[in-house]
């Protein structure tokens, strides 16, 4: 048995892939099983709550990464995990707008981001996995993910950042062709039956499916930039992997705090944006100065550094919001 526990998978001892799903399953059972269970609308002091507690079991296991595999995977973690959050944040801001494309009600919305996530462990271990075998097969893979940071960097700064209606997306137009779509909600079900123009019961799903399917499809988009931004700090699948769903689990409870102050954040793109060059541009620099690595300290630091100026300037910018909010108040 011992020797069976320490076998070598992707790099780390097998005991500690088990530790790390035996978290995870504990803590969604406890999300859906215990904590919302009577499917109750989120408020704010909840959310940050539930957010501050995700965020403080994220680095513990960051502390435990550092004490068992040591201070580079440690640094690496964290910063892979800062990362990670940073740009699950640029996520919130889609939900919302798909939460409002099809008036999901608030007390529907968690189920959606539970189902979700679920979704996107599956989605980011497949994603994962194939980068890991392409960066341990070939190593010149790192330069096109750097290269393809600096790119999708560059064009987020300067997008459009005008809410996209999810009704527009062509996954959704070929989705509604295709299936039997009820009219309205069905409480928190995303599949009823009902009967069809012959009289006969059939399935139909809801709004509230289709709400998650394109939640799921926003999560893919986001993945395209997460993915190559952390095999860039890492390429430990461990790490790429722990760090990704410690950094997704909390989302949902960092959601509703952040739903209703969406427009306080109108500057984080820019920040993210200039953190994507930056991640790919340390990989050329690292090359350009004959390192082996980007130091991990320094790594954190400038990542730490670009998300407090975006998320400070944002608050700066948008304080006239925050006064108008209070005096309506």
């Not at 957010?51 to 435990?64: R, T, V």
């Not at 999560?219 to 722990?242: E, G």
């Not at 427009?263 to 790919?280: C, D, E, S, T």
């Amino acid at each position: 048995m011992t020797e069976f526990l320490t076998a070598a998978v992707l790099g780390q001892p097998l005991w500690m892939w088990l530790a790390f799903a035996g978290l995870v399953v504990f803590l969604l059972t406890l999300d859906l099983g215990v904590l919302h269970r009577d499917q109750h609308e989120i408020g704010v002091r909840e959310s940050l709550l539930l957010s501050a507690g995700y965020i403080a079991l994220g680095l513990g296991f960051g502390a435990w990464v550092w004490a068992e595999l040591g201070r580079q995977a440690g640094l690496e973690y964290v910063t892979g995990f800062l990362i990670e959050k940073s740009l699950a944040l640029d996520n919130v801001f889609v939900i919302a707008t798909i939460f409002a494309a099809f008036a999901v009600p608030r007390a529907y919305q968690h189920r959606v981001l539970f189902w979700g996530v679920l979704g996107v462990i599956v989605l980011r271990g497949i994603m994962i996995g194939f980068g890991a075998t392409l960066v341990a097969s070939f190593s010149w893979v790192l330069w096109i993910f750097a290269a393809f940071l600096i790119v999708m960097g560059v064009k987020m700064f300067f997008a459009d950042s005008t809410p996209k209606d999810p009704h527009d997306s062509p996954v959704y137009r070929w989705l509604a062709r295709r299936i039997r779509l009820t009219q309205g909600f069905h409480g928190h079900f995303f599949f009823v039956k009902q009967a069809d123009r012959s009289g006969k019961l059939v399935w139909f799903a809801t709004p509230l499916f289709m709400a998650l399917v394109m939640v799921e499809i926003a999560d893919v988009v986001f993945a395209v930039d997460s993915v190559p931004a952390i095999f860039s700090i890492t390429t430990d699948p461990y790490i790429v992997y722990t760090s990704n769903i410690f950094a997704i689990l909390g989302l949902r409870a960092l959601y509703f705090a952040l739903a209703a102050v969406v427009a306080r954040f109108a500057y984080l793109k820019q920040a993210l944006a200039a953190l994507l060059v930056f991640i790919g541009g340390k990989v050329f620099f690292a090359e350009a100065m004959g390192w082996e690595k980007f130091p991990a300290a320094y790594s954190l630091a400038i990542t730490a550094a670009l998300l407090a100026a975006g998320v400070g300037w944002s608050l700066w910018k948008t304080r006239g919001i925050a006064t108008a909010d209070a005096r309506a108040g």
